[in-house]
């Protein structure tokens, strides 16, 4: 039952696909779509598990004193402030005590997480914790300039959550990716060197499509740059990407009839 | 903490205050929430910077910044699943109270197999009861009970790729490659004479036409010759291989340029939010 079960649904779930694709049966497209809506919400339930991990192994890394362990902190501060915000949303053109509230409830969760991972002085945290949960609650109560919103998708519309997404995720990620451009151009001064023919054709690749996607130095070779980087990118560039792309789908049709047939059960873990 | 740290720390501390308040006042004279909107963007801009000091070496900027990001983006995809899914997909079709409960329009429906009527209250139920057996992964005991809904999931799309990635991947790609050699309308082939008393080198040309398929061709199939490690790559084997390679090669160089140039649009992007959004010293 623990490993065969799974196995026998994997099986069954895997072979339906399979054949339903061939089967243009109103029944049959049903289903199908069903099973996809399935597939969403489970997601949805593996999200939270590792939202719940996520959670889990900071404050271990707190608890045990582990490497960079202060910034587990940050991760949770982020994490629980952006929660709040999608869960609560400004009434009028004020924000009142709104931003106290979140401070409140952020030291009170960090009140509780020192309280659960020192091994003295817990009951202080725990005072602490209930004071500031105190404040949260009165807060709460009595200021309207802000409110819960726990039914509706407020929380999503709410500025605050909107300007997270906008001022810290954007950045941060943009910024990840164009800090790639430095090491890129570091590996090109390596990779770069016309040593032999392959090295050559891979340099002369590189400048063609580089200069076509420059604004300043394009104009200089007029409409020829445009369109030899065009040839390249749609001829011989995707003659080599079709070869890549064969040989990426036939392994994953060799992978996916694996997991159909049950060979491959990595996913099924140990136990 | 070395002194020389703490020293940094005050002075970037220093530089995030003076930032707000430079830009709060800036902000003033348009906005009504001003020194919020100085805030966030002295937010970003710093988060730019701790993350581009990486380049210098690993820093707590970074770290701080890296850590940030984890957390925010956790919550935000937590919250955006919650609220389209699972409130605004799968509660209004369980039940009209839950629907009314999160003030969504109840969606009732179902499908009649003939021999049984299935209605979306039986049917979503199973989706919730198999994700909740999936949370089982946190007991020690009953842990074995999540490989039900991933055995769901696996096997539905490892079904659904084996039959996509067999016709896209592998099916329309060789049929795509099998392009007409001598040329097709308007370039249909009439003869070594009419070619060559029609010969230009112009894109619309029958030369550049043909060269074209010709080289997908030929590329793709010394591009599969050189992926093929069954047989040692000798002889002709070895020569096709070696076209192969080189036609990798033009890939691997075009790619390249195309990511080089994509990031270093983003650093444009980035840089002209610090020099003109946050700073203000370009317009």
């Known amino acids: 039952m623990k490993r065969q079960f799974p196995l026998f649904l994997v099986f069954i779930f895997g072979l339906f696909m399979v054949f339903q694709y061939f089967v243009p049966h109103e029944t049959s497209e049903w289903v199908y779509e069903f099973l996809l809506d399935w597939i969403l919400v489970i997601g949805i339930f593996a999200l939270a598990l590792g939202i719940w991990s996520l959670y889990k192994v900071s404050v271990d890394k707190i608890k045990t004193r582990k490497a960079n362990w202060g910034y587990s902190y940050v991760t949770l501060f982020g994490l629980f402030v952006m929660i709040l915000f999608g869960f609560t949303s400004q009434n009028g053109d004020s924000w009142g005590w709104y931003f106290i509230f979140v401070a409140t409830v952020m030291l009170t969760i960090g009140m509780v997480i020192q309280a659960m991972v020192s091994s003295g002085q817990k009951g202080l945290s725990l005072i602490l914790a209930g004071v500031f949960l105190v404040a949260s609650v009165l807060i709460g109560m009595f200021d309207n300039a802000w409110s819960f919103h726990f039914y509706t998708a407020e929380g999503l519309q709410n500025s605050m959550f909107r300007a997270f997404f906008d001022h810290i995720l954007i950045p941060i990620l943009s910024t990840m990716f164009s800090l790639l451009a430095f090491f890129i151009a570091s590996a090109a001064y390596r990779a770069f060197r016309a040593r032999n023919l392959l090295a050559s054709l891979l340099l002369l690749a590189a400048l063609i499509v580089m200069l076509r996607f420059n604004p300043y130095l394009s104009p200089i070779f007029g409409d020829y740059m445009a369109k030899t980087s065009n040839w390249l990118m749609n001829v011989p560039n995707m003659a080599a990407q079709r070869a890549i792309v064969i040989g990426i789908g036939l392994g994953i049709v060799a992978t996916a009839l694996k997991v159909i047939l049950g060979i491959e059960r990595g996913y099924m873990g140990k136990g | ?283």
């Open chain 2, 1 to 283: 903490m070395s002194r020389t740290a703490v020293i940094v720390f005050a002075i970037v501390v220093v530089l995030f205050a003076v930032s707000w308040v430079a830009k709060a006042v800036v902000l003033s004279d348009t906005s009504d929430s001003g020194t919020l909107d100085a805030f966030l963007v002295t937010v970003a801009a710093f988060l730019t910077l701790a993350i581009y000091s990486f380049l210098y070496k690993d820093n707590p900027y970074y770290k701080f910044a890296e850590h940030l990001f984890v957390g925010v983006s956790a919550a935000f995809w937590m919250c955006q699943g919650f609220w389209t899914t699972i409130v605004g997909n799968l509660l209004p079709r369980l039940s009209e109270g839950m629907a009314n409960w999160f003030m969504q329009p109840y969606q009732p429906g179902g499908y009649d197999l003939g021999f049984l009527n299935l209605s979306y209250t039986v049917l979503y139920w199973i989706p919730v009861i198999l994700g909740l057996l999936l949370l089982m992964r946190l007991s020690p005991k009953g842990g074995w009970l999540s490989r039900w809904p991933l055995a769901l999931i696996i096997g539905t799309t490892a079904g659904l790729n084996f039959v996509r990635y067999l016709r896209s991947d592998f099916i329309v790609q060789v049929s795509s490659t099998f392009v007409p050699l001598l040329g097709q309308e308007p370039h249909q082939w009439q003869g070594i004479g009419a070619f060559f008393s029609n010969f230009s080198l112009d894109a619309s040309g029958q030369f550049v036409a043909l060269l074209a398929n010709w080289v997908i061709f030929i590329g793709v199939f010394c591009g599969l010759v050189y992926f093929f490690f069954s047989k040692e790559h000798t002889g002709l084997f070895g020569r096709a291989s070696r076209v192969g390679i080189w036609v990798l090669m033009i890939t691997f160089g075009a790619s390249f340029g195309y990511t080089v140039m994509g990031r270093i649009s983003l650093l444009v992007g980035r840089l002209t939010f610090l020099f003109e959004d946050w700073l203000g010293l370009i317009t």
